[in-house]
């Protein structure tokens, strides 16, 4: 199939030559037939990281002597391109309420508030969204925050993608609704965008060298002061911040070293299943990847004008169907990077390891459940913190509370959490006020129609309905 049918159908939607010239690199990788994944064998684990708890020991921004020029030099970035279909939503992910009707776009609006009041300065703030997601997010902050949207880097319009036919590599075609021909590339879209859309150099006129970037889903990231000071002054290219992975974060994409040394990010779909098992052992590969990202914009530039304008970035291959919510409808590969994998484009990228209170994302109703919970807190400075150090492992049965709909549905109110180890849920179970989970706990519901759980503590216990 000729690349030159994606080109022009790239070209007519206004494509940038950044965005066209990214997804060739994906493309003829897919059609070379060479094996996307990362295989076990290819790489060893990383055993050991420098520990955010060790760099605030020696880099105390507040006591540095160019801490103003430092912090004058960096900016703060959110990516806000997903949807959330896997939680069946149709408007942007961060619009979901993360505690008394509060969404993350409200929290996000208030830490780069409480930020710009706390160091003097008006960071600059960026918003990466999508085409699924800038129209919903300007007229949200339009009501409480429109002062964001009239400042000059506010957002990074992410690119779009052809999907691919997976029998014939041609251009998806499903004339009942165009729009699903396409799909966004994955946040490692984050690079040809920033040239594309010519904000890199816009950031760099403006003074801006240093980039921190983070999941608009994790509020737990916020810009940490003393980690920036690490990265400046030991002139870092690229930073990816880790934490200690638990056994929530089996599935999530782990760092490790490849044959020359180099860091790597391995995600669970460059995974062959022969190697799932040593993937998802989280005492072999130990240091799961946040995604909150400190970037040199000089660095970058600098690696994009020796590569001809594209991050060697990894590609991945997502076999979905054309329409998402017709399982029978056309498969297609939606050909993505990460963001994160430029830890391996980088001479000198560091990993380190911080505290799970950076980490707080929503991938799945069962996170959402979660961060709903009193397990976690709104601090002062807006961010979603853990109020213990261990994790609760919730799992929702799919069949009833794999969408968002179907979550708000059953969950009247969350249970107490803030006590739990580990709630697996079988069934549809209704919950009501005053229900407290503590230790472990499996609740089941045998019956075709959802049960009430009574309201009472939960400890240790295994519960039918």
């Not at 049918?5 to 030559?17: E, G, L, R, V």
């Not at 507040?62 to 430092?70: N, R, S, T, V």
């Not at 008394?100 to 929290?107: K, P, V």
């Not at 990228?349 to 209170?357: C, D, I, L, Q, Y």
């Amino acid at each position: 199939m000729s690349l030159d049918i994606f080109k022009t159908k790239m070209s007519a939607d206004a494509a940038s030559q950044a965005a066209i010239k990214a997804f060739q690199r994906n493309y003829e990788a897919l059609v070379s037939g060479a094996n996307l994944d990362i295989r076990e064998q290819d790489i060893t684990p990383v055993d050991a990281l420098p520990s955010l708890a060790d760099i605030k020991e020696t880099h105390r921004l507040a006591k540095h002597p160019q801490a103003k020029e430092i912090l004058a030099a960096t900016a703060v970035l959110k990516l806000n391109g997903g949807l959330g279909t896997s939680m069946g939503l149709e408007r942007a992910k961060s619009l979901l309420p993360v505690k008394h009707g509060i969404t993350f776009l409200d929290l996000i609006a208030k830490q780069i508030k409480y930020l710009r009041e706390e160091v003097k300065l008006e960071v600059p703030f960026t918003l990466m969204n999508s085409y699924n997601t800038s129209d919903d997010t300007k007229s949200y902050l339009s009501v409480k925050n429109g002062e964001l949207l009239e400042e000059p880097h506010f957002e990074l319009m992410q690119n779009k993608t052809p999907k691919v036919d997976a029998a014939t590599l041609a251009p998806a075609s499903y004339p009942a609704n165009p729009a699903l021909e396409w799909c966004p590339p994955g946040h490692g879209d984050f690079y040809p965008s920033l040239i594309g859309t010519g904000m890199m150099e816009r950031l760099l006129s403006d003074g801006v060298k240093y980039l921190f970037v983070s999941n608009g889903d994790n509020l737990g990231a916020d810009l940490e002061k003393d980690l920036l000071c690490y990265f400046a002054t030991n002139n870092i290219p690229f930073l990816m911040e880790c934490t200690e992975r638990v056994a929530a974060d089996k599935k999530g994409g782990h760092v490790a070293r490849n044959k020359e040394g180099h860091l790597v990010l391995r995600e669970v779909a460059q995974c062959s299943p022969e190697d799932e098992m040593d993937f998802m052992d989280i005492k072999r590969h130990k240091f799961f990847n946040t995604n909150n990202l400190w970037i040199n914009l000089e660095a970058l530039k600098s690696l994009l004008e020796e590569n001809d304008g594209v991050m060697p970035l990894p590609p991945i291959k997502n076999r979905k169907t054309v329409n998402p919510r017709d399982k029978t409808s056309t498969p297609v590969f939606q050909l993505e990077t990460t963001v994160g994998a430029a830890i391996q484009c980088f001479p000198g990228a560091r990993a380190v390891v911080v505290p799970r209170t950076r980490f707080a994302p929503v991938k799945t109703c069962s996170d959402l459940f979660m961060l709903q919970s009193n397990a976690y807190r709104i601090t002062d400075d807006a961010k979603v913190v853990l109020k213990s150090k261990q994790v609760p492992l919730v799992k929702l049965d799919d069949d009833h509370y794999k969408m968002a709909d179907q979550m708000l549905n059953l969950v009247q109110c969350v249970p107490v959490l803030e006590h739990c180890k580990a709630l697996t849920v079988r069934g549809a179970v209704k919950f009501l006020p005053g229900v407290v989970i503590m230790g472990k706990v499996a609740i089941t519901n045998t019956q075709k129609d959802a049960k009430e759980l009574p309201p009472e503590v939960y400890q240790n216990i295994d519960v039918m309905l």
